[in-house]
T-cell receptor
Framework: KQEVTQIPAALSVPEGENLVLNCSFT??????LQWFRQDPGKGLTSLLL?????REQTSGRLNASLDKSSGRSTLYIAASQPGDSATYLC???????????FGSGTRLSIRP | SQTIHQWPATLVQPVGSPLSLECTVEGTSNPNLYWYRQAAGRGLQLLFY??????ISSEVPQNLSASRPQDRQFILSSKKLLLSDSGFYLCAWKRDAYSGNTIYFGEGSWLTVV
């Protein structure tokens, strides 16, 4: 069964800290791994997409890595800010007919 | 540019009533289309996805169904709603099977079954 897991479910850190969010997936036959941000009551916004042939992607203070062999991806946020507070979800695109499976998310709170 | 429209935004329905949520995508052709449900404080559960007109893949056996009557239209339906159907429903699209393409989401529909 194809599953995506995110731990921890919630994380609270003081402003300015660097932090890492974790994502693990079963079945290494993924096409890509994406990270999304969701604000309360809203849809999802794509942050970074890593194709299966890539190791990492960077956008501003965000860096996402992918290790297919271990079934893991991490999202690194540098110099966190209160505006980073949101739920972060990862999603794996599996090779069978465009199926995209999401993790349950990590609810991040940045304390001023 | 491409846009995705999803409606209604909010819906309160009694148990046993029917449901129809509609999603349309503009500015692209033959997109992959998806319906997800998010229960309160939970992640996204994939309900249905479609890679073409009339092609529907179901991920969860339940009282919901999906249809794709036109290339850029995706409809989520139920004949009789259950309390457990309450949640935040999100429609999404992706250009095609290419792994470099991201998935884009609509603004969602809040369904409360009472």
């Amino acid at each position: 069964k194809q599953e995506v897991t995110q731990i921890p479910a919630a994380l609270s850190v003081p402003e300015g800290e660097n932090l890492v969010l974790n994502c693990s997936f079963t079945d290494s036959a993924i096409y890509n791994l994406q990270w999304f941000r969701q604000d309360p009551g809203k849809g999802l916004t794509s942050l970074l997409l890593i194709q299966s042939s890539q190791r990492e992607q960077t956008s501003g203070r965000l860096n996402a890595s992918l290790d297919k062999s271990s079934g893991r991806s991490t999202l690194y946020i540098a110099a966190s800010q209160p505006g980073d507070s949101a739920t972060y979800l990862c999603a794996a695109l599996y090779s069978s007919a465009s199926k995209i499976i999401f993790g349950s998310g990590t609810r991040l709170s940045i304390r001023p | 540019s491409q846009t995705i429209h999803q409606w209604p935004a909010t819906l309160v329905q009694p148990v046993g009533s029917p449901l129809s949520l509609e999603c349309t995508v503009e500015g692209t052709s033959n997109p992959n289309l998806y319906w997800y449900r998010q229960a309160a404080g939970r992640g996204l559960q994939l309900l249905f996805y479609s890679v073409g007109i009339g092609q529907i893949s179901s991920e969860v056996p339940q009282n919901l169904s999906a249809s794709r009557p036109q290339d850029r239209q995706f409809i989520l339906s139920s004949k009789k709603l259950l309390l457990s159907d309450s949640g935040f429903y999100l429609c999404a699209w992706k250009r095609d099977a290419y792994s470099g393409n991201t998935i884009y989401f609509g603004e969602g529909s809040w369904l409360t079954v009472v």
